[in-house]
């Protein structure tokens, strides 16, 4: 089944077009890593397809439902009502570079807060499935430490616990680990790896070039707003463009 249907996706701020007619497609259980220079558009597609930002031109459709469209009568993108927003929203998990934990919150409180005033799960049930996930990622010591006790790939680990406790059909990460040192990387990539594992349906904007090989089932190679190439790993690692033998070049020195 295709869980994400993106067609002739246009971006743009003002003036300046960031993203010039991209589609993309995404199967059940497919792992879709998009790379690429910085200013090539990669997250502006990713908030652009989590509707944290709205798009000028272009068809949207997450596991079927439409989010929005070109409307030609309108002459512009028309999105769907505010309800069913809401219930197409419910079935994807993001997890940004910086980890937009509350400070204030425990690590417990931090997943639940969601799952209770936003799913509406019981806090009972909440806490004892949020412990779980906490649990799978190495935090069942830490549910009741705070963000400033626990170390950057601690505070990441618990970032995506929050996105997996609400059950999500697809995972979205924007950059995960740009904000780690490489041995805190290795660990939240480990997690990742894992959930690649369990068939979670994940798109990874990412620069780590070595992890979007191995892990993924296709790599997408963005710049100035276009795809230049996409294809699985052996295509574009064993037989890239020049651009991309470039830029693949440059960051595995």
Do not use: W
């Not at 705070?146 to 609400?166: D, E, F, K, N, T």
């Amino acid at each position: 089944m295709e869980y994400l249907k993106v067609e002739h996706l246009n971006k743009k701020f003002g003036d300046l077009e960031v993203i010039k007619d991209i589609s993309i497609s995404v199967e059940q259980g497919e792992v879709v890593s998009i790379i690429g220079p910085s200013g090539s558009g990669k997250s502006t597609v990713l908030r652009c397809i989590t509707m944290l930002e709205k798009i000028n031109g272009g068809s949207l459709y997450i596991l079927g439902e439409k989010v929005c469209a070109d409307d030609k009568d309108a002459g512009k993108v028309v999105y769907s009502d505010k309800e069913k927003l809401k219930k197409i929203k419910k079935n994807f998990g993001l997890v940004f570079q910086q980890f937009h934990l509350f400070p204030h919150f425990t690590v417990l409180r931090n997943v639940t807060e969601a799952m209770i005033h936003v799913a509406g799960i019981p806090k009972e049930q909440a806490e004892k499935e949020a412990k779980e996930v906490l649990s799978k990622l190495g935090l069942a010591e830490k549910y009741d430490a705070y963000p400033y006790q626990l170390s950057g790939g601690q505070q990441q680990r618990v970032s995506i616990a929050r996105a997996l406790a609400l059950k999500p059909k697809i995972l979205f990460f924007d950059e995960p680990t740009s904000a780690l040192d490489p041995e805190l990387t290795v660990e939240v990539l480990k997690v990742i790896k894992d959930l690649a594992k369990q068939k979670m349906t994940m798109i990874i904007v990412t620069h780590e070039m070595e992890f979007a090989r191995q892990l993924s089932d296709r790599i997408i190679f963005m710049e100035k707003g276009v795809i230049r190439q996409q294809g699985t790993p052996e295509e574009l690692f064993e037989n890239p463009d020049e651009r991309v033998k470039e830029f693949i070049g440059k960051l595995t020195m």
